[in-house]
Structure formats: structure tokens, C-alpha cells
């Protein structure tokens, strides 16, 4: 009975994980689209740190360049909050390629 019991829970599991990906990878491609047609505001600096916190897991180099991208643009626009977040996105890229002092200056700059 355990172990019938601990085999469903496995199946539970995996079937969660491969559903959790199918959602982030139909976000991220959703994401992509609207960036297509994004104006050069603070919506389009929303959607590049979207996008670089839906890659970051599995594509943090393609993070970090999404990142720099919103930061780039919320400095142009001088969108405070969006430099913040900017940092933020940039610094969890580099966490998750494993540089961290790279990720500790870029989370306590600004």
C-alpha cells in the first residue's frame, strides 16, 4: 500500500513539473509577441524584466541580456522603479549562472 501510495505521489509530481514548463514556456512566447509591438515606455521595460525573470532558470546569459535591455531603456526614461527592478532582474541572471559577486554588485547598486 506504500508503495502504491508513493508511485502516485512520483506520477502527481511529474505530471506537475511537465505542466509547470508547458505555462512558462507559453508565457514567455506570449511575452516575446507583445514585445514585438511594445512602444519604447515603461510597458516595454515591464515586459524585458518579465522575460529576463521567465528565462533566468533556464537561460540566465538570455536573461541578463533582457535584463540590460530594461535597464538600458528605464535609464533612458529615467523610470526609477523600473531601474530598480532592472538591477534586480540582472543581479537573480547572475545568481543563476553562478556569479555571485557579480549578482551582489548588481543587487546593492544604485
Request: net charge positive.
Amino acid at each position: 500500500m506504500k508503495k502504491a501510495f508513493l508511485f502516485l505521489i512520483i506520477i502527481i509530481f511529474i505530471a506537475s513539473q511537465s505542466n509547470a514548463g508547458k505555462q512558462g514556456q507559453e508565457k514567455i512566447d506570449s511575452l516575446f509577441s507583445v514585445l514585438k509591438t511594445a512602444k519604447e515606455d515603461t510597458s516595454k521595460v515591464k515586459i524585458l524584466i518579465d522575460l529576463s525573470f521567465e528565462l533566468s532558470r533556464n537561460k540566465p546569459d538570455t536573461a541578463i541580456y533582457f535584463a540590460n535591455a530594461a535597464l538600458a531603456l528605464a535609464s533612458k526614461l529615467k523610470y526609477e522603479l523600473g531601474i530598480a527592478h532592472a538591477y534586480n532582474a540582472l543581479g537573480h541572471g547572475f545568481m543563476n549562472l553562478g556569479k555571485y559577486k557579480e549578482a551582489l554588485k548588481t543587487l546593492t547598486m544604485y
